[in-house]
């Protein structure tokens, strides 16, 4: 059974410009969570995707967004970037809704914002 | 202060040697997950807990609610062990994730 998958692994950017950034949970799975790493800070909880609704965020700006589609797989759509947005950002599943049961993470993607 | 500290930052043990990171939080839960990172980034869960003790192998973790205290113990450590140990807990009703800043292990051969 395949695992979470996240594309892009790696991307460069520029300061100002948007990215989108794709994950595919585990089949059967209906909650999707998106965090991020950045360099010294440790982990950050983005946002919460349940059912193709969002159900919670993190202390992020609103250029920080996303969505769920039908079948479950979510985006991450970051605009007008700025060089602290550099970070490994992952993506996990779960097929209990509300993080009480286990969570499978994604390989992450790197971005990198110059 | 940071809502969840784990302890200690970095650790270097033996091959072989009994190992225990730390967690303590301050917030009420509902669960608490201790997750494993790899250089590279990709992170592997290896426990959720709500109460009592869990053992998987050579790993074992424990939390005590009331103390707000969680620990994870590795024995016969291995090299293979190392890598950044993650604390993580659900908060109340929010169901988010608060992360420690991870213990970074390595173990020598």
């Known amino acids: 059974e395949a695992g979470v998958t996240q594309s892009p692994t790696h991307l460069i950017k520029t300061r100002g410009q948007q990215v989108t950034l794709r994950c595919s949970p585990i089949?059967?799975?209906?909650?999707v969570y998106w965090y991020q790493q950045a360099l010294g800070l440790g982990l950050q909880f983005l946002l919460w995707?349940?059912?193709?609704?969002?159900?919670n965020r993190g202390n992020f700006p609103p250029r920080f967004s996303g969505r769920q589609f039908p079948n479950y797989s979510s985006e991450l759509n970051v605009n007008a970037l700025e060089l602290e947005d550099s970070a490994l950002y992952l993506c996990?599943?779960?097929?209990?809704?509300?993080?009480?049961?286990?969570?499978?993470f994604g390989e992450g993607s790197r971005l990198t914002v110059l | 202060k940071n809502e969840v500290e784990q302890s200690p930052q970095n650790l270097t043990a033996q091959e072989g040697e009994f190992i225990t990171i730390n967690c303590s939080y301050s917030?009420?839960?509902?669960?608490l997950h201790w997750l494993q990172q790899h250089p590279g980034g990709g992170i592997v869960s290896l426990f959720m807990?709500?109460?009592g003790k869990k053992k998987h192998g050579r790993l074992i973790a424990t939390i005590n609610i009331q103390e707000k205290h969680s620990s994870l113990h590795i024995t016969a450590s291995h090299p293979r062990d190392s890598a950044v140990y993650i604390c993580?807990?659900?908060?109340?009703?929010?169901?988010?994730?608060?992360f420690g800043k991870g213990t970074l292990l390595t173990v020598n051969p």
């Open positions: 996990a599943s779960s097929s209990d809704s509300g993080i009480v049961g286990e969570l499978f």
């Open positions: 089949s059967g799975h209906t909650s």
């Open positions: 995707y349940d059912e193709g609704e969002e159900r």
């Open positions: 917030v009420g839960i509902s669960a």
């Open positions: 807990l709500s109460s």
């Open positions: 993580a807990v659900v908060g109340g009703s929010n169901y988010k994730l608060t």
